[in-house]
């Protein structure tokens, strides 16, 4: 199972559970019985989600959950998962582990691919550590705690694994929100969502899947229709700002799905670390956009190398995930 989704936006979710290995009947697709099986695979997840539903406009952590459904689905003996919780939340991940023990209590193997201590610890009967190319631990989880794992990971002791936290700042907020609101595709709106953030301070956003944090944060960058009672930036109330206007305000979003909404996957990595200079500087050619001679080079950005994966002039498509 690959950390890239492999999903086809344009059928449903119970003809990509199935993808080449339709039920049929009398020559014919048998759409009732791949409906059911599918519906059956989503079930052993904890997942309601309707197999007749199309997966475009579906959210990241729903394609996952139908990424889970197909592998399991195909009946592997042996199932290689590359982070599959990365888009998960607590509950789905839940399920998940629940489904990968019953299916190695069926017979099944299992080598789970993760960057979550707790996770590996909770889900592993033996823990493999993998730095620089080579294996630096590999023992049973009885007994290994996330301590003995993370110093394997650096090599060498970790003394303060969760440091104390920073008293929180308290100069006037950079950021202050009140009463914003946002319609969602699923699910009911956000409303009434307040917040502040201070120079200096990390605020993180919890919640379940489906509990509306994308959406929210969309919301707060122009991104999605949305209104808000107040928002004062540095000091100076604003309006709430669309998209460019969020750039030049200096607000920046990084999309949970950088591969379908962040990137031009068929332009070069220059032009797509470049695709905010015309936003932030007004940079604009006699049609109108920003022009790809007007953008700086950043060269600091992007590794010197001839052109293949990784060079100025690969395409972004051609460039690992990670670097994307």
């Known amino acids: 199972m ?9 059928l449903s979710i119970a003809e990509n559970i199935l993808l080449g290995r339709e039920p049929t009947r009398m020559g014919l697709i048998d759409y009732a019985a791949m409906r059911a099986a599918a519906r059956d695979a989503l079930r052993l997840l904890n997942s309601d989600i309707d197999p007749r539903a199309s997966m475009a406009g579906l959210p990241v952590s729903s394609w996952q959950i139908v990424e889970l459904a197909k592998a399991f689905a195909a009946r592997p003996r042996l199932l290689l998962m590359d982070e599959p919780t990365a888009v998960l939340g607590a509950r789905e991940a839940e399920a998940l582990f629940a489904r990968i023990r019953a299916f190695a209590a069926e017979g099944g193997s299992v080598i789970f691919t993760s960057h979550r201590l707790d996770e590996v610890r909770a889900i592993s009967d033996r823990v ?3 730095r620089d190319g080579a294996i630096t631990l590999d023992r049973p989880a009885a007994g290994l705690s996330e301590h003995d794992i993370a110093s394997a990971m650096i090599g060498r002791e970790m003394e303060d694994l969760f440091p104390p936290l920073r008293p929180r700042p ?6 202050a929100v009140e009463g914003l609101a946002v319609p969602r595709d699923f699910g009911p709106p956000v409303q009434d969502a307040s917040f502040e953030v201070a120079p200096g301070e990390i605020l993180g956003i ?3 899947v489906g509990a509306g944090r994308t959406e929210m944060v969309e919301g707060l ?13 540095r000091g100076t109330e604003h309006p709430l700002p669309g998209a460019v206007e969020a750039w030049r305000l200096g607000i920046a979003y990084l999309t949970e799905d950088r591969k379908a909404r962040g990137l031009l996957l068929a332009e070069n990595l220059e032009l797509n670390t470049s695709l905010t200079f015309g936003a932030l500087t007004g940079a604009r050619s006699s049609t109108g956009p920003a022009t790809h ?3 700086p080079r950043p060269r600091h950005a992007i590794p010197s190398a001839p052109p293949r994966p990784g060079s100025r002039s690969a395409s972004c498509r051609a460039a690992t995930s990670r670097r994307c």
């Open 2 to 10: 690959h950390q890239e989704f492999a999903l086809i936006p344009d």
């Open 128 to 130: 493999a550590v993998l």
């Open 170 to 175: 308290t100069v006037p907020p950079i950021l």
């Open 206 to 208: 919890a919640g379940l």
């Open 221 to 233: 960058v122009g991104l999605r229709p949305a209104t808000v009672r107040r928002l004062v930036l």
């Open 293 to 295: 001679a007007a953008m």
